[in-house]
């Protein structure tokens, strides 16, 4: 890992602590533990701590591990059981945590009984697999506080944007999901299926230097994405408009350049898509694997896509943007990879953040005028893509031929955190 990322990654459960303690001390009513204390109301977290735990187990520790994990997983049973009501079967559905406690427990004994490069490495595996389900509470914190304290959202000026574009996508998809149950419930497995997907993809394709490339750009694409939506809060097309115009949506092109009142206990989330942002991430990283890891990526992030839009729960510029965000965060992690390439990664860095503040610029101020010139709103979206794909290629070209490409380690097997 670089500096930059083995920070970030050491980050995280001082970032927890560090939150804990605030929101203790302001008496808000959901800290972060609040989002663990009925853990089986979290499947994200369950499935994803079962699956870092199983994904990186080396075989040498699979008795131990399983011997813990049975061992926690009865504990947390009987607690969910005495404490909070839960019945046997459906804790015993939420299995994961007790597993992943273990993989936690045995990876610290590692760095105990390790020295030098070796316990480097521990270290490097520990902050893996706790930081991709540890970062969930902070994640959920953040978007519990959304809404607490915005009361007002852009979803008209979101859903007028739309409005613009020659075919309404996000409305075909929605409609495709309601007819179809059958191709709903496919692309709905594969939407909340993400965490499963980066678990997969950090360990059954990678190492330790892979892991902590796209667990880094996660936890930034999170600070980041956390922050935009407060700048730009917006609910959704399911829950502000589905919901409310249950009759017939409006036409987007009389819905008022306003802020969009509402008092639904919903996360403003929609603007930028960090959905569309992870799965792209994960495509990056496949890209530098080889052809079965590039399928897969592009699959999902397809996938991905078409889930957000089916399920209503974006606008199709939230994916828009999404692009040139990622581009931002990847191209500022990637600053620390090699120094033969940091002219590209700052130019990458620099469009990205500049496409996507333009956008929160053109979605603030510019939906009027481009009510005169509908046209031009396809204009900017295909410059946005077409300018985010040209600055992606040229760095990840550089990439390549700057030794920052891994494929040849990921496939020898070194410094996995995978099955030894």
């Not at 040229?394 to 496939?411: I, S």
């Amino acid at each position: 890992m670089s500096w930059m990322e083995r920070a970030l990654l050491f980050s995280v459960p001082f970032a927890l602590v560090a939150v804990e303690a605030i929101a203790l001390a302001a008496g808000l009513a959901a800290p972060p533990h609040h989002f663990l204390e009925t853990i089986h109301r979290v499947p994200f977290f369950c499935a994803a701590a079962a699956a870092i735990a199983f994904f990186s187990l080396e075989r040498r520790d699979a008795v131990p591990l399983l011997a813990l994990g049975i061992a926690f997983e009865a504990a947390r049973i009987v607690v969910l059981g005495r404490l909070f009501d839960v019945p046997f079967a459906e804790a015993l559905l939420m299995t994961g945590p007790g597993v992943w406690y273990a993989s936690l427990l045995l990876a610290g004994w590692r760095v105990f009984h390790s020295t030098g490069a070796a316990r480097l490495r521990a270290l490097d595996v520990a902050a893996i697999r706790f930081a991709l389900p540890g970062s969930l509470p902070l994640t959920m914190f953040a978007l519990w506080l959304t809404t607490q304290v915005l009361p007002q959202n852009y979803d008209y000026y979101l859903y007028a944007f739309d409005g613009l574009l020659p075919l309404p996508f996000a409305d075909i998809a929605g409609r495709v999901f309601a007819d179809h149950p059958g191709v709903s419930t496919a692309f709905r497995a594969a939407y909340y299926s993400f965490m499963l997907v980066a678990c997969l993809a950090l360990v059954r394709w990678g190492n330790d230097r892979l892991g902590g490339w796209l667990i880094s750009r996660w936890i930034v694409a999170a600070l980041f994405g956390c922050t935009l939506y407060f700048v730009m809060p917006g609910l959704g097309p399911a829950v502000a408009f589905d919901a409310n115009y249950p009759g017939g949506l409006p036409d987007p092109a009389a819905v008022p350049l306003a802020l969009f009142p509402s008092t639904v206990l919903e996360p403003r989330n929609a603007m930028p898509s960090l959905h569309t942002t992870w799965a792209f991430l994960i495509a990056i990283i496949a890209w530098r694997i080889g052809r079965t890891a590039r399928i897969v990526g592009a699959l999902n992030l397809a996938a991905t896509v078409i889930a957000t839009l089916g399920m209503r729960e974006h606008y199709v510029v939230d994916l828009v943007v999404a692009v040139p965000f990622t581009l931002a965060v990847h191209a500022l992690l990637s600053l620390h990879d090699a120094a033969g390439w940091r002219s590209r990664a700052v130019a990458a860095a620099i469009g990205g953040a500049f496409l996507t503040a333009a956008w929160f610029l053109i979605l603030f101020h510019g939906i009027g005028l481009l009510r005169g010139a509908p046209w031009l709103a396809s204009v900017l979206v295909l410059v946005t893509l077409i300018a985010s794909g040209w600055l992606l290629v040229r760095l990840e070209r550089d990439a390549e031929t700057g030794a920052v490409w891994w494929g040849t380690v990921a496939n020898s097997g070194k410094g996995r955190i995978g099955p030894a």
